[in-house]
């Protein structure tokens, strides 16, 4: 095999902690999507109504596809809402909407974290590309020296992945934060309904926290590797 039992047993914890999480995530958001919320409004007018509040008339907000797809393009500045988002008005669909209204508002006031996330996109991209062929390479069988080599560029890449994993969580926990705020300020989410959408919302969090936390653990994973070459 090219891969050792180390790096197999982290595939396959990371993917069960995440498909755990993303289990509970599509509960939650089932749940609330089952909760109509007293407002009235559908998830494209909430979304509307947060960015006007902020000023935010160029950014718009469309119809997607699929099921919990929804985000914010900082290139074309246009907020992206499932089916079940858009023209929902429940629950759940007010707590993603107006979470992904933070993304907007983050991106008009040049939030760092942000904007040091989209500066490396490029980046990451190529890192995701690349980090499996050069894994493959590093664990083959090649010579020590060329073995070495290729796990240093794998740490090296790994860690760019790592990063970006990392610095993605204070983008999400204040997009919440931004988007709970206007809730309750507006009217459109209190009490019981706020909690919901607290909850929802904290459960989509904790997918970016099994993605960074799954990231820097194969980093270490093969900062071990190369130590034990030595």
């Not at 499996?132 to 240093?152: H, R």
């Not at 919302?201 to 900062?223: C, D, E, F, N, R």
Request: aromatic content about 10%; some cysteine.
């Amino acid at each position: 095999m090219v891969f050792d039992t180390g790096y197999m047993l982290i595939v396959i914890l990371t993917a069960a902690v995440g498909g755990l999480i993303g289990f509970i995530l599509r509960a939650k958001i089932k749940k609330y999507s089952n909760v109509p919320i007293s407002a009235g409004i559908t998830g494209a007018e909430v979304a509307r109504r947060m960015l006007e509040h902020y000023g935010l008339y160029d950014v718009q907000v469309v119809e997607g596809r699929g099921v919990l797809t929804d985000h914010y393009n900082p290139r074309t500045k246009t907020i992206s809402l499932s089916p079940e988002i858009y023209r929902g008005r429940t629950i759940a669909s007010t707590a993603v909407a107006a979470h992904e209204c933070g993304h907007a508002v983050q991106h008009a006031e040049a939030y760092q974290w942000l904007e040091m996330r989209s500066a490396i996109v490029p980046l990451v991209q190529f890192s995701a590309r690349a980090q499996q062929w050069v894994l493959i390479g590093a664990f083959a069988g090649v010579s020590a020296g060329l073995g070495n080599i290729l796990l240093l560029a794998c740490v090296f890449l790994f860690s760019i992945t790592a990063f970006f994993s990392v610095i993605t969580l204070p983008v999400e926990f204040d997009a919440t934060k931004r988007g709970l705020a206007w809730l309750d300020s507006s009217g459109i989410a209190r009490g019981s309904e706020h909690d919901g959408a607290r909850d929802a919302l904290k459960w989509a969090a904790m997918t970016y926290v099994a993605a960074a936390m799954s990231a820097m653990i194969m980093v270490l994973y093969l900062i071990s590797k190369m130590g034990n070459r030595r």
